[in-house]
């Protein structure tokens, strides 16, 4: 076998691995946040708030709750394999590269978002206001341009979601969006930049209006039943980073 697919290979088990375990701080944090907990720590039961697994063994084989004995190792599970193919991906994707980089931590984010929003319809601002400054930070590593595309790109998706909030509280006499959804849209337009903003939060909007007709027309859900937007808004953002990259 070439040296160079040796490396690649050795380099793909290596970001797959460190993917993997960065998604268990990503099950923690997800099940710590909605439960009034500081963020670092282990995992909490979404039950009875115990600790799943003492020490640090949960980061590698996630256990059931100590106290209620409640399993969410599937969840914590599908969760870590997540983080590890978006880790995999993106190297080899983008190689050995800054934008690699960038693509597996802003997945990594996204995941965490999106699994928020989707089990408890609730985004936080310490998930995303430290997402901007690793966006903009990583922006300007890599020139004055990049991160002036990603500067406009936050402000721009905020500012259009913002309308969109108005609009809604004008004719639906209701909010159609939560403040969450407009900071989430600040961070998706400063991880892509000008460039891939658009067709990122299209790939968001479009999946979730879908869905949204789909359970309407089956009568799952009505009208005016909450659509986790952000959720949608993180898988389609992901999909846009390993399309087009991030911000440049």
Not at 2 to 16: H, I, M, S
Not at 179 to 191: K, S, V
Not at 198 to 226: C, E, H, N, Q, W
Request: overall charge positive; proline content about 4%.
């Amino acid at each position: 076998m070439p040296a160079d697919a040796v490396f690649l290979a050795l380099a793909v088990v290596t970001a797959g691995t460190a993917g993997y375990l960065a998604g268990g701080f990503v099950h923690a944090i997800a099940t710590r946040l909605p439960a009034g907990q500081m963020a670092l720590g282990p995992p909490v039961c979404t039950s009875c708030s115990g600790e799943p697994v003492r020490g640090n063994a949960w980061l590698i084989v996630p256990g059931a709750c100590s106290r209620c004995g409640r399993n969410d190792r599937r969840m914590a599970l599908a969760t870590q394999l997540a983080g590890a193919l978006a880790s995999a991906l993106a190297l080899l994707r983008y190689g050995i590269t800054r934008d690699a980089l960038a693509v597996a931590l802003f997945s990594l984010l996204l995941l965490l978002i999106l699994r928020i929003d989707w089990e408890h319809h609730l985004i936080f601002t310490i998930t995303i206001v430290p997402g901007i400054g690793l966006a903009l930070l990583l922006a300007t590593l890599e020139s004055p341009a990049t991160l002036l595309s990603a500067t406009v790109g936050g402000l721009g998706a905020a500012a259009v979601f913002g309308l969109f909030f108005l609009l809604g509280i004008l004719i639906y006499r209701r909010a159609a969006l939560g403040a969450g959804d407009i900071l989430l849209a600040g961070l998706i337009g400063t991880m892509t930049g000008v460039r891939s903003v658009v067709p990122a939060l299209f790939l968001g909007m479009a999946t979730a209006a879908g869905i949204g007709i789909v359970l309407v027309a089956l009568r799952r859900k009505s009208r005016m039943d909450y659509i986790p937007y952000g959720a949608y808004l993180c898988a389609g953002t992901i999909v846009a980073l390993f399309l087009w990259g991030p911000a440049g």
